[in-house]
């Protein structure tokens, strides 16, 4: 088996914007070796889009839609594309070190953690395959896994989810580019695909064949633990920077201060 022992922690369900600055703390404290490396697995407990770092809301999101339904907008510290989560997603953070089990290099870290995802599809008797162009995991030729990857503070997270079950009406709604990270299709709908529809159910059970691919895949133990109090006062300290307008908008803003600072001089009059 193996030689190298993570910690994991399964948080169930938790606020989007919790979760946000949890996996930014633990990617903290891991990175400056105060912690294990760490599988972490959550929910959302209600309805978010995670926006990748680099992202405009106004490109990706119908902001006032979101506003009306009480769906939040969470800018992640990781990069890659935006994903509308519901509850009936497994989502997962995978945090090492760098120099670790992870590779340095960016694809080569992407193609080794998703193919714990790959393993627990085929474990679960679903199959998969990695698409490499969109860091993503399919089965039977749709998209099941979207993923993301960060690195900061010597620590390396590759972020995922696992669609169990899915409101492709309520994500068309919230979505202004619904297919943008699918193979050419008509309709998200059409693209992607859920455990449900193979008739998979438990959530417990894909979350026991998720463990386990990851421990494979990676070559690790995963021990249960539990957060330590630093992680949590960390955790606590950047959640009023997720919620602020001006880390949500802050692509917006900067596009809006440069076209302000490239405007042409007003005309005098004569």
């Known amino acids: ?28 404290h891991a990175g400056a070796g105060s912690v294990p490396e760490t599988i972490l697995f959550w929910r959302v407990r209600s309805p978010v889009v995670y926006l990748g770092y680099h992202q405009c809301v106004e490109d990706e999101v119908n902001a006032d839609f979101c506003r009306q339904s009480n769906i939040g907008i ?9 994903g509308f ?18 590779p340095r290099d960016i694809q080569a870290a992407y ?5 714990g995802v790959v393993m627990a599809l085929e474990a679960l008797g679903s199959g998969g395959e990695i698409e490499p162009a969109r860091n993503a995991v399919y089965s039977r030729g749709r998209k099941i896994s979207g993923n993301a990857q960060g690195r900061f503070d010597g620590a390396v997270l590759i972020n995922g989810s696992m669609l169990v079950d899915f409101d492709f009406e ?4 919230v979505l202004k580019n619904p297919t943008k990270n699918l193979r050419p299709v008509q309709r998200a709908r059409d693209g992607m695909i ?3 529809e193979t008739g998979i159910t438990d959530i417990e059970a894909v979350k026991k064949a998720l463990r386990q691919g990851f421990e494979e895949a990676l070559g690790i133990t995963l021990q249960n633990g539990i957060l330590t109090e630093g992680e949590v006062d960390t955790a606590n300290q950047l959640l009023g920077r997720y ?3 001006d880390w949500i908008y802050r692509m917006d803003i900067k596009r809006a201060l440069r ?9 005098q009059a004569e």
């Not at 309520?170 to 709604?173: F, G, Q």
């Not at 076209?259 to 005309?267: D, G, L, T, V």
Request: glycine share 12%.
């Open 1 to 28: 088996m193996s030689n190298e022992s993570w910690r994991f922690l399964d948080l169930d369900r938790i606020d989007g914007f919790c979760s946000a600055a949890l996996f930014e703390a633990i990617a903290r």
């Open 74 to 82: 969470v800018r992640r510290t990781l990069g890659g594309g935006c």
């Open 85 to 102: 989560c519901d509850e009936n997603q497994i989502l997962y953070s995978v945090i090492g070190r760098e120099g670790g089990v992870i």
């Open 111 to 115: 193609i080794k953690v998703l193919g």
């Open 170 to 173: 309520l994500m068309d709604k």
């Open 194 to 196: 859920t455990l449900k």
């Open 243 to 245: 919620l602020g307008h």
């Open 259 to 267: 076209k302000r600072s490239f405007a042409p001089p007003p005309q």
